[in-house]
């Protein structure tokens, strides 16, 4: 596995995902990356790792809906 650096395209490509998606994601802070100056920049060994937490449920900014239902209320 390379460790090279990908740029959010490349990204975007690798995961399937529009690159909106992608450069949301890293502004947001809940995509790994590396901050070279204006730009930004994805290590692949980081995006797997990442992938991995997210399959499994460990990333704090993984989110599973869960609804709340009132108390009392009938559905």
């Known amino acids: 596995m390379s460790d090279r650096l990908l740029t959010a395209d490349e ?3 690798l995961l399937t995902v529009p690159v909106g998606w992608v450069r949301a994601e890293t502004r947001a802070g809940r995509m790994p990356h590396v901050q070279l100056g204006r730009y930004r920049r994805y290590r692949e060994t980081d995006l797997r790792a990442w ?15 869960r609804p709340q239902v009132a108390e009392g209320s009938s559905t």
């Open 11 to 13: 990204v975007a490509a």
């Open 51 to 65: 992938l991995d937490a997210l399959t499994e449920g460990g990333t704090p900014g993984w989110r599973k809906h």
